[in-house]
């Protein structure tokens, strides 16, 4: 029997594309709430259709489904609607009539235009969280413009700080391999639901949770962002280089490269003894991480001489058994091969309406007697149209 989810009675309407409101509303799935998904007619979500990869069709899905659909939508119902069209407003209005939560991520002041907006809503259900995800939030000079997640990430200074240096092989700025701005504003506008949701037990009253993705962008830039508020001096690109400690890079081995980071004077010393580097840790221009940073052009080719002469899997092992922070850099294939993602349970085979199963990535969130519903696959496009037309959220998804 699957534990009794956290979540589990919650109501959320998903009026989101793309990336992230659908995470955030899947998180709320994971979780055990009851999210439907209103989809255009015909089309859907944008990234049904964003290819390639795609899923293996099956005889009950004879069409092909994009890997990146399944991504953030499982365990959600789905239902076609035209916001345009006034029945289907009506039947979205119905929906969020009952709703605990709303998620939406359209332009600025598009949906006031059908009366599906806060305003309008929180007047038949007061008791609404209605979370807008937009790229600029709903204030400001920028609150029209579109946003999508590397526009972001340029904007909100990630991509100057991410990369080699301009006067390096393969200097310049880069964005991150994922979009990093999109996922960490589903994760905030998760922790904001909640919030309001905890609120709402005291005042008994919904509320607006306004999310920009350029925001979440700025205050990610954390230590970063901070050291230039406190110094005035603009951060250059590392590469792979840390600026607050050293050795702090990938080294390059003889079959591949590992990642180091040496966060003290006794991992330093630790470090030097594991790689046969003894007289390194009594020099005085490596003995303190100042020291070590100052001098870092000066140490750095010492220990790529050290690295090329040995293999990933001997460094790792001289590294771990000295207590040293190091590890390869895996590619997707290493990664899923990877014994603790394994253990723990980072790919789950989720069974498919005809009996096969399909290998997705796993919620990581581990709670002691609560359960996770991750174990569902993505609904096909208006899979349940019919259903909640009818019913509305008296029936769930199992």
Avoid at 196 to 210: F, P
Avoid at 266 to 291: I, W, Y
Wanted: with cysteine; proline share 6%.
């Amino acid at each position: 029997m699957t534990p009794f989810a956290a979540l589990q009675g919650l109501r959320v309407l998903d009026l989101s594309r793309v990336l992230a409101g659908p995470m955030a509303a899947q998180l709320l799935a994971d979780l055990g709430a009851d999210v439907i998904k209103i989809e255009r007619p015909e089309t859907g979500d944008d990234t049904r259709e964003w290819a390639p990869p795609m899923m293996v069709p099956t005889p009950v899905s004879p069409l092909e489904e994009s890997v990146y659909f399944w991504t953030c939508n499982r365990g959600k119902r789905s239902v076609t609607a035209n916001i345009a069209v006034p029945q289907d407003q009506a039947l979205i209005t119905r929906l969020a009539q009952d709703a605990d939560v709303v998620i939406e991520n359209y332009k600025v002041d598009t949906l006031a235009r059908y009366g599906l907006d806060y305003t309008s809503l929180q007047t038949i259900n007061p008791r609404l969280i209605y979370c807008s995800i937009t790229g600029f939030g709903q204030t400001g000079p920028y609150r029209q413009r579109p946003g999508y997640d590397s526009i972001v990430q340029a904007l909100g200074g990630l991509m100057s700080i991410t990369g080699n240096a301009d006067d390096t092989p393969g200097g310049g700025p880069r964005k991150s391999g994922i979009a990093v701005a999109d996922q960490m504003t589903a994760l905030y506008s998760v922790v904001g639901i909640l919030a309001a949701l905890q609120e709402r037990h005291v005042s008994g009253l919904g509320q607006h949770i306004d999310m920009s993705l350029l925001d979440v962008q700025v205050a990610a830039l954390t230590n970063i962002g901070m050291s230039y508020l406190a110094s005035g001096k603009v951060p250059k690109r590392l590469g792979n280089q840390l600026s607050t400690v050293y050795p702090s890079d990938s080294f390059r081995c003889s079959d591949g490269d590992l990642m180091l980071i040496v966060g003290n004077d006794m991992q330093f010393s630790r470090f030097c003894k594991a790689m046969g580097l003894q007289e390194l840790a009594t020099d005085p221009r490596f003995v303190h991480n100042a020291d070590r940073l100052a001098n870092s052009a000066q140490l750095a080719p010492l220990l790529r001489t050290a690295f090329s002469g040995l293999t990933v899997a001997q460094c790792e092992a001289r590294l771990s058994e000295a207590g040293v922070p190091a590890a390869p850099v895996n590619d997707m294939a290493q990664v899923f091969e990877n014994p603790q993602v394994v253990a723990r349970g980072m790919v789950r085979d989720i069974p498919r309406a005809d009996g096969t199963t399909a290998r997705v990535l796993g919620n990581p969130i581990r709670m002691s007697r609560s359960g996770l519903r991750d174990d569902r696959t993505p609904p096909r496009l208006g899979e349940h149209t019919s259903q909640v037309s009818a019913d509305g959220w008296a029936t769930t998804r199992g």
